[in-house]
């Protein structure tokens, strides 16, 4: 055996095998040996046939490889293995690690050639390696999988990462994005208002923005973008993403327009309800009204043409009479006052809403009561009498529902809106709670679709045991020259 190398040699903490210029193993370091787990060199060399039954070598992509690709093998022929890196299997014991080979042979005085393989445990950068590798395919993959595009820069704008919605939405290559600048993408008001909350970003931590995303083709689409501050390295980045909400802004048009017709039918069926009202409420003044008062003014003369001998039945029988009559006009007058309400068109909405007030005050129980003033100029006819039909029916809801013992309407008037308001001390109701059929809740979705149709506003505010309040507000024209 040839004389051992010096304590250089014994003392590194790479492994080292040396070959004699007969091909022979000569020697292992002690690294070696702890490496591949041998008690000293002799017992290596003299395992040496053992090595195949021992130990399994492998690329780090899976590939068994046979003996004569050892790197040990390749060195005796010769050959120069530089930093290959392979996966070594140990059958007993077992393990698994991960080294990194380099040797090739040495000529020296004499021109004899000894061989050098150097073995080099890199298992645990590997595995750091690898494991970093994996992480990192993993964001790629999670950050191209994103539904929307996905955008990565710093303070100067510099693009740093992006998906591949980004590059496919925009129509640029990578190379040219890395290129551009964030607002390269965008035109006009968009950019401005794009840049703006760039700059909120990186002011306050995070902001997001609608606008048009411009592709290299010249086409757009309506995004939402998100953009928060994170720190790399120290330095300012933005960090975000685009999700094309094109659609989402189709349909809201599409919703805004139906709900404009849709409230614009609603308020024509009412002004077609309210015309008819006020026929049928005119047909009835004009001509029920006037046969009951002829007839009234009939059996007046009858009774006072009666003959002092007119036997007591007959008397009675025609008081009775006209007392029915009395009756059935009061009914009609009520009837007429439910179609149109009187005085509304000469006298305007708050005395209207006093002689209701009044008449649903004498047919209950509630102390009922009105204030405020007269809108001037005068409200358009279809908001005054949206306005009194929301009263109607939220007086007709308390006095059926809310066992409340009084109540009070209010109508006023601001620089910008008119305010009516309706309050009770009753019972209240959860105002979140499913409305239940001939309840309270029921009549304010009729009040909601008179407000809606004037364009007003309604806000209930109701709760167990605390009363009710309705709030209209119908917006108010500031008088030029104010």
């Known amino acids: 055996m040839a004389r051992a190398p010096g304590t250089v040699v014994e003392h590194l903490s790479e492994g080292l095998l040396i070959v004699d210029p007969a091909d022979q193993l000569i020697y292992w370091n002690p690294a070696a040996l702890k490496i591949y787990g041998f008690a000293s060199s002799s017992e290596a060399i003299r395992r040496l046939p053992e090595l195949p039954e021992i130990f399994e070598l492998s690329t780090l ?3 068994i490889l046979p003996l004569d690709e050892w790197p040990l093998a390749r060195v005796l022929r010769g050959e120069t293995v530089d930093d290959l890196e392979l996966r070594v299997h140990c059958r007993a014991p077992v ?3 991960i080294f990194r080979y380099s040797g090739s042979r040495v000529h020296y005085a004499g021109h004899r050639a000894l061989g050098f393989l150097t073995v080099n445990d890199v298992t645990e950068r590997k595995q750091t390696e690898l494991e970093l590798e994996r992480v990192n395919r993993l964001n790629i993959a999670m950050i191209d999988s994103l539904p ?4 990565f820069y710093d303070r100067q704008g510099q693009m740093l990462r992006w998906n591949r919605n980004f590059a496919a939405a925009s129509g ?9 600048h964030p607002l390269d993408f965008f035109r006009g008001e968009d950019r401005e208002r794009v840049a703006r909350e760039i700059r909120t970003v990186f002011e306050q931590g995070e902001s997001s923005v609608e606008a048009a995303f411009i592709a290299k083709d010249g086409s757009s689409r309506c995004y939402l973008f998100t953009g928060k501050r994170i720190a790399m390295g120290g330095v300012d980045c933005l960090v975000g993403m685009g999700i094309d909400i094109a659609t989402r802004k189709t349909a809201e048009a599409a919703t805004e327009q139906y709900a404009r017709r849709l409230q614009a039918t609603s308020h024509r069926l009412l002004t077609v309800q309210e015309s008819e009202r006020r026929t049928l409420a005119r047909e009835l003044h004009d001509a029920v009204g006037q046969e009951l008062t002829a007839l009234s003014l009939n059996l007046t003369i009858i009774d006072g043409a009666l003959p002092p001998a007119t036997p007591p039945k007959i008397c009675e029988r025609l008081d009775d009479s006209q007392e029915l009559l009395e009756e059935t006009t009061r009914h009609l007058r009520n009837i007429m006052t439910e179609l149109r309400p009187p005085g509304l068109d000469e006298l305007g909405l708050l005395a209207a809403l006093q002689e209701h007030v009044s008449q649903v005050a004498r047919r209950s129980e509630i102390a009922l009561s009105v204030s405020g003033v007269e809108p001037q100029p005068r409200l358009a006819p279809s908001e005054e009498i949206a306005l009194f039909r929301i009263v109607q029916e939220a007086l007709n809801n308390i006095v059926k529902h809310s066992r409340a013992g009084a109540a009070a309407v209010s109508l006023r008037q601001h620089s910008d809106r008119v305010e009516l308001t309706i309050t009770d001390n009753g019972v209240g109701f959860d ?7 001939g309840g309270y809740g029921m009549g304010t979705t009729t009040m909601r679709e008179r407000a809606d149709a004037i364009g007003a506003t309604l806000q209930l505010l109701s709760a167990p045991g605390a009363g009710t309040r309705i709030v209209v507000e119908l917006s108010w024209p500031v008088p030029a020259g104010q």
């Open 61 to 63: 992509d899976g590939r």
């Open 95 to 97: 393990w698994t690690r």
């Open 148 to 151: 929307g595009v996905f955008y």
């Open 172 to 180: 640029y290559s990578d190379q040219e994005i890395s290129r551009m």
């Open 431 to 437: 105002t979140a709670a499913k409305p239940i059929m």
